[in-house]
């Protein structure tokens, strides 16, 4: 091929797609001619890891501003696919499908919070964050706001929330390579690490922005193949997006119909863990405006603090693409997120229309357990029935199921071929990976760059900074994984608190840093030292029984630890002295994009 | 004022209106989400349903690329633009 690789990328990634769709098509034949279930799993997760780690291999690198930020020459596009993949987790791809089906309008405050934060992150930070050229997070506050102390506190903030978050995503990995490869949870964590780390080790964040555009390519058509092939299989139209309002209206019917039963607490003993029934509506308004806003709200003002998310656009040629590439990472966002609500609509009328050839209300409870997806699924631990009236006819309130089978079940729910669940098994690692591997760079980066080279080593060369960051990197991987194996929280929730403590600890620090010139050192460690104890003391509290106030939850305690953050940032600037005047002629020059980055291209 | 003052002064007037926009599609419509999803909206999905599926988000999609060009814009009138080969 002419040319260099940046001019080639349409290219590349076009011929790559082409193959991932040969690929599926060779699957779908070797089905067709025997080939069982488990080797078309290991095939697909098996096949697409190894062309990750391939890219890993290819986009190995020596420098340190290709190792920090892929020698900022993503072009924008691209860095909008590599950011959706790095922002799409396990958590969106594998549970939120399920978390819509289950809790309706509630659930959906997820959706518009992690698209409205964006806005955010264009509007008030990435374009200036840019223009700063930092190589991490801490590097803008502690070039910002001068000091190594407030240097480190951004890293304890970064730290708290990215590996809260990463647990998540190396546990979602785990559960998905067991599955497709059959093989325990405990042992498929560390197999999951190992394919994550390959794509980072060698090459960084270049490593990691190419890979993340592969897997986003995965994902993508992983999703949205199986909720049009249901869709059309179904009869609800061929674009499922525009032509669903029929099923939803009709989903609402049979909620009148069968009624929302509640069951005996004893009854429910019986259901196995983490299952559930549908108890809420679909489509009406079930959760009082406070409790949709505040969590919508959390997560916009987590996205725009999350700093592997932030470190994306340092990694653009320029602060006009880091704004336009925001926009490109909420398009791509956007064509998974928009549809996880017509999966949710597809799968719960397949299973609940009677009139359907695949619904199992309203049938006989011995006939439903003798399906044969009934079979597969109750043994993955993912369904469950149980006659609980003894009318021996299963009634709405008598089925449960997991919030992963949404995703992972509907296809073969539907009768679409195994070699879609091969697919969504791939798409779910990918997003994962992609998600997992962003992570532990901005953690790695953060310790290497910030703590070692900026307060520890000064004077460290770049081939031994480089050496300690895989050092980190594998360190810090492998105790994600370590805590991941002990399986102690789910993926969801803890997935929500890394953008609570992002939030309390980082949000105004940032957004005052550029916007509010007489922010200044003391003002900033108070924020966020203050916000992440104040966020963290309130999610205690509440989790051994306190009270909680103003409606602020478990799931929201950034929004009081924020705004301590705010309150001890402003009082504590207002009063110490102003910051000196080369700094404000700093955050003069970051509001104009033209000229020279404040830190120099290798710093 | 200077130059650099006017551009800035511009490009807060850009980012006020833009976090209107987005406060609207994010916030202001929840506030009265209840009331909204009794009536009928695009393609016959209850209208803040719908606006939770895909409304807001498509919203936010076209509102950042309006504020990217925007600030363009404004960049250029001022002389603050980057130039290619920076």
Redesign the interface.
């Known amino acids: 091929m002419k040319g260099n690789f940046i001019d080639n990328l349409p290219k590349v990634y076009g011929i790559y797609t082409g193959g991932f769709i040969g690929f599926i098509i060779i699957m779908a034949i070797a089905e067709q001619m025997g080939m069982s279930a488990k080797a078309i799993g290991i095939a697909f997760v098996a096949f697409t890891v190894f062309i990750y780690a391939l890219i890993g291999w290819l986009s190995r690198t020596a420098q340190a501003d290709a190792y920090y930020v892929a020698g900022r020459q993503v072009p924008t596009v691209f860095n909008g696919m590599a950011t959706a993949a790095d922002w799409m987790s396990g958590a969106s791809f594998v549970a939120m499908a399920g978390g819509i089906y289950f809790k309706g ?1 509630g659930y ?2 997820l ?3 992690w ?2 934060g ?3 992150v ?3 930070l990435a ?1 200036y964050l840019r223009k700063f050229g930092c190589y991490t997070v801490p590097d803008f506050i502690g070039t910002r706001y001068g000091g190594n102390l407030a240097r480190f506190s951004a890293v304890v903030v970064l730290t708290v929330a990215s590996f809260t978050y990463v647990t998540a995503q190396i546990n979602a990995t785990g559960t998905i390579a067991s599955v497709a490869l059959d093989i325990p949870f405990q042992y498929a964590v560390y197999i999951g690490l190992i394919s994550i780390l390959l794509c980072s080790m060698l090459g960084g964040m270049r490593g990691v922005t190419w890979t993340q555009v592969a897997q986003y390519i995965v994902l993508i058509i992983a999703y949205l193949l199986p909720v049009f092939w249901i869709s059309n299989k179904m009869g609800a139209g061929f674009f499922p ?6 099923e ?2 009709r989903i609402g019917e049979l909620e009148q119909q069968f009624g929302f039963v509640k069951n005996a607490a004893a009854d429910l003993k019986t259901v196995p863990k983490g299952l559930a029934g549908i108890t809420k509506a679909h ?3 079930n ?1 009082t ?1 406070w409790a ?2 505040s969590l ?2 959390a997560m ?1 003002m987590g996205t725009a603090s999350l700093p592997h998310v932030m470190m994306r656009y340092f990694t653009t040629p ?3 693409a880091a ?2 590439s ?2 490109w990472s ?2 791509f966002i ?1 064509l998974l ?2 549809s996880a ?2 999966l949710a609509t597809l799968s719960k009328l397949s299973l609940i229309d009677p009139n359907l050839p695949t619904g199992i209300i309203g049938k006989s409870i011995a006939e439903v357990q003798a399906i044969d997806w009934y079979q597969n699924w109750n043994q993955a631990n993912l369904m469950f029935v149980s006659d609980f009236n003894g009318n021996g006819t299963l009634e709405l309130n008598e089925f449960f199921m997991g919030g992963k089978a949404v995703v992972l079940a509907t296809p073969e729910i539907a009768g679409l071929p195994y070699v879609i669940s091969g697919l969504v098994a791939a798409g779910g690692m990918a997003a994962a990976m992609s998600t997992a591997d962003g992570l532990i760079l901005a953690i790695a980066n953060a310790i290497s760059h910030d703590v070692y080279y900026k307060i520890i080593d000064p004077k460290a060369e770049t081939a031994k900074r480089l050496l300690v960051a895989r050092v980190l990197l594998v360190v810090i991987g492998f105790a994600g994984a370590t805590i991941a194996a002990m399986e102690i929280q789910g993926i969801l929730g803890s997935v929500i608190w890394a953008f609570d403590f992002a939030m309390s600890g980082l949000f105004f620090p940032l957004v005052l840093g550029v916007w509010w010139k007489r922010a200044n050192r003391q003002g900033a460690i108070a924020g966020m030292l203050g916000g992440l104890a104040a966020g963290t003391w309130y999610l205690v509290w509440v989790r051994t029984g306190g009270s909680g106030f103003l409606g602020i939850t478990q799931l929201t305690f950034g929004i009081f630890g924020s705004a301590v953050s705010l309150v001890l940032m402003v009082i504590v600037s207002l009063m110490t002295a102003e910051p000196d005047k080369a700094t404000q002629k700093m955050v ?1 020059d970051v ?4 000229g ?1 980055t404040i830190l120099g291209k290798s710093h | 004022m200077s130059n ?1 003052e006017k ?2 002064e511009k ?1 807060r007037g850009l ?1 006020f209106i ?2 209107a926009i ?1 406060f609207v ?3 202001g419509i ?5 009331e909204m ?1 009794e009536v009928t909206g695009p ?4 209208w ?2 719908w ?4 409304g ?3 919203a ?2 076209i ?3 309006w ?2 060009n925007r ?2 814009k404004i ?1 250029e009138e001022f ?5 290619e080969d ?1």
């Open positions: 309008y959906m405050a959706l518009v919070g698209t409205g964006y806005v955010l264009a509007s008030l374009p997006h525009f032509m669903l309002a029929d939803v209206a489509s009406a308004v959760a405006p949709f806003i919508a709200l916009m320029s602060v006009k704004r336009k925001v926009g909420l398009f956007f997120y928009s609500p017509m003069d509001r104009v994009p033209s020279k | 650099q551009h800035w490009s980012l833009t976090l987005w599609f994010s916030i929840f506030l009265f989400g209840a999803n393609f016959g999905y209850p803040t349903y606006f939770t599926c895909q807001s988000l498509g936010f999609v509102l950042i690329f504020f990217a600030q363009e960049d002389g603050f633009s980057e130039r920076e």
